[in-house]
T-cell receptor, first 114, second 116 residues
Framework: AQTVTQSQPEMSVQEAETVTLSCTYDTSESDYYLFWYKQPPSRQMILVIRQEAYKQQNATENRFSVNFQKAAKSFSLKISDSQLGDAAMYFCAYGSGNTGKLIFGQGTTLQVKP | GAVVSQHPSRVICKSGTSVKIECRSLDFQATTMFWYRQFPKQSLMLMATSNEGSKATYEQGVEKDKFLINHASLTLSTLTVTSAHPEDSSFYIC????????????FGSGTQLSVL
């Protein structure tokens, strides 16, 4: 079975600074993809970034980038120039290329200090 | 972008009653829908996967007789919590996908169920 682990229940960052959220996963599948989702207080799930496992190049979306280390099964999210609106719960998720199921990590609550 | 509408957003019911939650894909055909449950400040736990026209596949530990899932059309899936009890109180989220396993997943806005 696939598992996703986020070892940081809470993180805080100063506005305009950079923060990195950690995520590790375990799988025996060869076809998969990884996500970071943001869940603000409204609880609407918002896709932040997606990484295909077969791609070596790390995905980037504006201020958000990932460090995908396939051999180590590590998938961290870097948020640059943090903004107050980035404050939310962040979930790392594993997507099976076979079933399409998404398995979520425990989440990391990010606080952004003005 | 594609929209998934989930209703109601909030429901309060008495213990022993049944509650139905609807999940609709508004501008695409959802061949697969997923139902998740989320307790406060915790992760999303996958409950079941439903494919249009076939029986839902439940995750281990999820009672299929308590959480009835119907995916009768390509735009609608429903989750019925039968004989609800206070421990069923939770936030329920649906997500939908049109196409294969690698297609983008769209989330509903969730339903907060409170059982008194």
């Amino acid at each position: 079975a696939q598992t996703v682990t986020q070892s940081q229940p809470e993180m805080s960052v100063q506005e305009a600074e950079t923060v990195t959220l950690s995520c590790t996963y375990d799988t025996s599948e060869s076809d998969y993809y990884l996500f970071w989702y943001k869940q603000p207080p409204s609880r609407q799930m918002i896709l932040v970034i997606r990484q295909e496992a077969y791609k070596q190049q790390n995905a980037t979306e504006n201020r958000f980038s990932v460090n995908f280390q396939k051999a180590a099964k590590s998938f961290s999210l870097k948020i640059s120039d943090s903004q107050l609106g980035d404050a939310a719960m962040y979930f790392c998720a594993y997507g099976s290329g076979n079933t399409g199921k998404l398995i979520f990590g425990q989440g990391t609550t990010l606080q952004v200090k003005p | 972008g594609a929209v998934v509408s989930q209703h109601p957003s909030r429901v309060i019911c008495k213990s022993g009653t049944s509650v139905k939650i609807e999940c609709r894909s508004l501008d695409f055909q959802a061949t697969t829908m997923f139902w998740y449950r989320q307790f406060p400040k915790q992760s999303l736990m996958l409950m079941a996967t439903s494919n249009e026209g076939s029986k839902a596949t439940y995750e281990q530990g999820v009672e299929k007789d308590k959480f009835l899932i119907n995916h009768a059309s390509l735009t609608l899936s429903t989750l019925t919590v039968t004989s609800a009890h206070p421990e069923d109180s939770s936030f329920y989220i649906c997500s939908a996908r049109g196409g294969g396993a690698r297609e983008k997943l769209f989330f509903g806005s969730g339903t907060q169920l409170s059982v008194l």
